[in-house]
């Protein structure tokens, strides 16, 4: 499995079909799912899987698995993405921890690796997270990353309009 970045604790690796069982736990969980629309359904899950591997050969990134070195466990996913806010293609930092992980400082680290990557790698001029007005958790992570608000706007969940923030951070000074 293609390794991709590490740190002392963790690293992050492409996923594959052997993962879907772990995304499951992840992306059909109400709790984690609470700032999407909803959890998934299994296709839903299958084609999130799809949409990683197609952008990992047409990009060299996407979502990546989180692993403890220690333990050799499936933490949850963080990598990066392209994603569409008002008509502008985004490249962003996006993180889904497995709740069983959650309060032990993997998104940060694992998002930190990803900030190195976009600056380092693919010499990106900036990067952002987008958020949900609610949702705390994942601010302070965006924060832990140095971005700072830089929009507001309104994603459609089932007609309904919900407010989300796009924190963002320049990686050329
Ligand atoms: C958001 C998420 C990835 C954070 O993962 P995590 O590994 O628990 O995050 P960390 O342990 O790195 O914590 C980051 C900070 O957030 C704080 N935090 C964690 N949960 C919090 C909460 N519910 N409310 C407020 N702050 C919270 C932590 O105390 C920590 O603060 P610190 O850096 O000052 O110590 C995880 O909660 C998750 O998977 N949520 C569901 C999916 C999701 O919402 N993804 C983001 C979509 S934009």
Redesign the pocket.
């Given at each position: 499995m293609k390794k991709i970045i590490e740190n002392e604790r963790l690293y992050l690796r492409e996923l594959s079909e052997d993962d879907l069982e772990d995304l499951c736990a992840?992306l059909q969980d109400e709790e984690?799912?609470?700032?999407?629309e909803a959890p998934f359904t299994d296709e839903k899950v299958s084609d999130w899987l799809n949409w990683n591997l197609a952008s990992y050969q047409k990009n060299q990134f996407g979502l990546w698995a989180i692993v403890d070195k220690n333990e050799e466990n499936f933490v949850?996913q963080c990598g990066i993405v392209y994603s569409e806010v008002e008509g502008k293609n985004l490249l962003e930092i996006?993180?889904?921890?497995n709740?069983r992980?959650?309060?032990?400082?993997?998104?940060?680290?694992a998002s930190a690796l990803c900030l190195n990557y976009a600056k380092n790698i693919l010499q990106a001029q900036k990067i952002c997270?987008?958020?949900?007005d609610t949702?705390?958790?994942?601010q302070?992570?965006a924060e832990?990353n140095g971005m700072t608000i830089v929009q507001e706007f309104y994603k459609d969940y089932s007609g309904l309009p919900v407010k989300h923030y796009v924190y963002s951070i320049d990686l050329v000074k």
């Open positions: 992840i984690t799912m609470y700032a999407y949850g996006g993180y889904l921890l709740k992980y959650w309060h032990n400082g993997y998104a940060s680290e997270s987008i958020i949900r949702n705390s958790a994942s302070k992570v832990n």
